[in-house]
């Protein structure tokens, strides 16, 4: 018998362990998806499915009247609420939907214990049936830092491709071809769709924008009246998303220097699993960092080093030579083979190290496993700025004496210039929110370096300047 519609609202809870997912009966969306291990500031649980309502929440249908009588219809429920164990790992929960004129709606979820990813087959009958499905208006879990070119809002895989949409009121971004995915996502969360069973494309609606506040629909056509999805709704934890199988991963937006930041939290990863600590597991990392370009760095150290002791030779050509450049220059590349000094060298080093520099910089600010990470003390969140600074200005002193023991250029105002440097930094970084992570990161970096600058310039003799009549 076809089933009758409920008269009131109800609401049902589904507890996997990881989340608490809550489901209304009106429309059979997703009113809740509380993750328990993850905080807000306030110290309350993340929800990813805030800011929904009668006219779209997540898995509502999108298109024409019929999706809008779907939605605002009272289902019936079968299941009840489920509280998911080791014991009991699975379970599921089925919402049924019949109008008086024959339009039919079901949808039946499925839900593992410690999972984030729900199992979903919907499936569609009448005259007008609705041809998609949608997630929408926002995702939560937002702390409002988006430095860095974090992109928050609708992201899709398409063609093998990723997109980040960004529709236009009344301008909808829209993607056609093999849909591996579609997501509202945050800088450490993410609310995706994944078709199974075949999709023509995604499409991404601006519905309505206030300051900083934007609610988009996210839908995803079905092929056929009957269709089947993954809906992941949780955190961007790069093991549960490849484990989907669709490159859900690369959600997790490392930016330019991806290629660099995903080897490092690797790194990462093992050394927090030996020390227990992110922040001790960066020093670590630094100094595996430091170790691997020692070679470089210590052929650069010399070579500047070398550089300061002909400083006296290089003034006494400029003055022979203060009216004939060319016969200038040649003298001092005549100098620089003489003694085995190539005046490259003070700059490879920290060409090299940019982009371990700025691989790290994402990797801390976007990788969920730093999120709200303590180190000791007043430092709470490795991936935020330092509320007061004191590692920022620790960094910055450093690099005061990293430069006064660095050998200066012949120019006194490159040498005053150079000088001022720490400042600019300690300054910028105080200034621009920088993850307290990486202050920490260029902190120990500075140190070691100051160990082996001083090393280098104990035992480098001047050398012996021939004399010119």
């Known amino acids: 018998a076809p089933p009758a519609a409920a008269e009131r609202e109800e609401r049902v809870r589904v507890d996997v362990g990881v989340a608490v997912y809550e489901f209304t009966n009106r429309g059979a969306g997703l009113t809740l998806a509380r993750l328990k291990r993850y905080l807000t500031d306030k110290g309350q649980p993340v929800d990813l499915a805030p800011g929904g309502g009668p006219a779209l929440r997540p898995l509502f249908f999108r298109g024409g009247p019929a999706a809008e009588k779907l939605n605002a219809a009272a289902y019936q429920i079968e299941g009840g609420g489920l509280t998911l164990t080791p014991e009991k790992p699975e379970g599921q929960l089925r919402f049924l939907y019949r109008s008086p004129e024959g339009l039919l709606a079901e949808k039946a979820l499925a839900f ?8 979903l087959r919907v499936k569609v009958e009448g005259a007008g049936a609705p041809t998609a499905l949608a997630l929408g208006p926002e995702v939560g879990g937002s702390d409002g830092n988006t430095y860095g070119g974090v992109v928050e809002g609708p992201m899709s895989f398409v063609g ?23 997501s509202l996502q945050s800088k450490h969360f993410v609310v995706a769709l994944v078709p199974r069973a075949g999709a023509q494309g995604a499409r991404a609606e601006l519905l309505e924008e206030k300051g900083d506040l934007r609610k988009y629909a996210v839908s995803v056509p079905m092929q056929a009246a009957e269709a089947r999805f993954d809906l992941y709704a949780g955190p961007k934890e790069t093991g549960r998303l490849a484990r989907l199988g669709v490159g859900l991963e690369d959600s997790l937006d490392y930016g330019t220097f991806a290629f660099i930041s995903r080897p490092l939290m690797w790194v990462l990863g093992w050394l927090h699993a030996a020390a227990g600590n992110w922040g001790v597991a960066i020093i670590l990392l630094t100094v595996l960092v430091k170790i691997i370009f020692y070679p470089l760095t210590h052929v650069s150290m010399r070579s500047m080093k070398e550089m300061q002791k002909l400083q006296p030779r290089m003034e006494q050509l400029r003055e022979i030579y203060k009216n004939d450049r060319t016969k200038l220059n040649e003298q001092v590349m005549g100098l620089y083979r003489e ?80 000088l001022f440097m720490p400042i600019v930094f300690t300054g910028m970084f105080i200034w621009y929110p920088v993850p307290v992570g990486l202050v920490i990161y260029w902190l120990v970096n500075n140190v070691l370096s100051i160990a082996q600058q001083y090393y280098v310039n104990r035992s480098i003799r001047p050398p012996k300047l021939a004399e010119e009549g």
């Not at 960004?166 to 591996?180: C, F, I, N, R, S």
């Not at 990788?367 to 935020?384: H, K, N, T, Y």
Request: charged share 15%; with cysteine; proline share 9%.
């Open 112 to 119: 593992r214990h410690g999972e984030y990813a729900i199992g």
């Open 339 to 418: 003694h085995k000094v190539n005046p490259m060298m003070g700059c490879l080093p920290m060409v090299v190290q940019i982009p371990v520099f700025f691989g790290l910089y994402e990797a801390l600010l976007v990788s969920i496993e730093l999120r709200q990470a303590p180190f000791f003390g007043w430092v709470r969140d490795l991936s935020a700025q330092e509320p007061y600074h004191v590692y920022t200005i620790l960094m910055g002193l450093s690099m005061f004496v990293q430069q006064k023991m660095t050998p200066t250029p012949g120019d006194p105002t490159q040498a005053k210039m150079m």
């Open 160 to 182: 093998k491709k990723l997109h980040y949409d960004a529709p236009e009121a009344g301008k909808p971004a829209t993607h056609g071809g093999e849909l591996l995915w579609t």
